[in-house]
T-cell receptor, first 112, second 114 residues
Framework: DQQVKQNSPSLSVQEGRISILNCDYT??????FLWYKKYPAEGPTFLIS?????DKNEDGRFTVFLNKSAKHLSLHIVPSQPGDSAVYFC???????????FGQGTRLTINP | KAGVTQTPRYLIKTRGQQVTLSCSPI?????VSWYQQTPGQGLQFLFE???????NKGNFPGRFSGRQFSNSRSEMNVSTLELGDSALYLC?????????????FGQGTRLTVV
């Protein structure tokens, strides 16, 4: 029962262009959605979040969009930089459950 | 401020053995969660502890257990190891444990079962 899904295992983008990572979910009870970034041999680091009552949150080069009717969120990175190459995990949080539900991850590669 | 510390970083065990992993959260953080990361499965929630009490548990067999001490340090134990238990085990700590606040992850313990 995969409640959070990232259907693209990998994505390759040219440096300077926009990277768009997608995530779908099935549980309408999620309160927050988050993106984490993970480099090899390191733990995930928090990138950006969005409350379920909003449809957009922006932080520098990173913007997360939430479409509740479609149960879909996306992370936009503009412009993409080589240091953005990592695995990105989409996650969702239910306040009452006190746990994060993660997607399978998307490996982003930024090509020079 | 020290981050989340997990020990050991790497571990090799044989089938049937048991293993104990340790997690020291960020000072002042009272909630500790454990996750298992395997290729293609993302991070799977194991359990969450707050003030020495397990508040939530994921869909893992009873061979997986954990505990939290009064100083918020946490351990997880896996008994009767199976090859499929090979994974990266990640620990995350949060400050308040109520509502969502940023979860900080440790570097993980890479467990290999042979």
């Amino acid at each position: 029962d995969q409640q959070v899904k990232q259907n693209s295992p990998s994505l390759s983008v040219q440096e300077g262009r926009i990277s768009i990572l997608n995530c779908d979910y099935t549980n309408s009870m999620f309160d927050y959605f988050l993106w984490y970034k993970k480099y090899p041999a390191e733990g995930p680091t928090f990138l950006i979040s969005i409350s379920s009552i909003k449809d957009k949150n922006e932080d520098g080069r990173f913007t997360v969009f939430l479409n509740k009717s479609a149960k879909h969120l996306s992370l936009h990175i503009v412009p993409s930089q080589p240091g953005d190459s990592a695995v990105y995990f989409c996650a969702a949080f239910i306040q009452g459950a006190q746990k994060l539900v993660f997607g399978q991850g998307t490996r982003l590669t930024i090509n020079p | 401020k020290a981050g989340v510390t997990q020990t050991p970083r790497y571990l090799i065990k044989t089938r049937g053995q048991q293993v104990t992993l340790s997690c020291s959260p960020i000072s002042g953080h009272r909630s500790v969660s454990w996750y298992q990361q395997t290729p293609g499965q993302g991070l799977q929630f194991l359990f969450e502890y707050f003030s020495e009490t397990q508040r939530n548990k994921g869909n893992f067999p009873g061979r997986f257990s954990g505990r939290q001490f009064s100083n918020s340090r946490s351990e997880m134990n896996v008994s009767t190891l199976e090859l499929g238990d090979s994974a990266l085990y990640l620990c995350a700590s949060t400050l308040l444990g109520q509502g969502w606040t940023e979860a900080f992850f440790g570097q993980g313990t890479r467990l290999t079962v042979v």
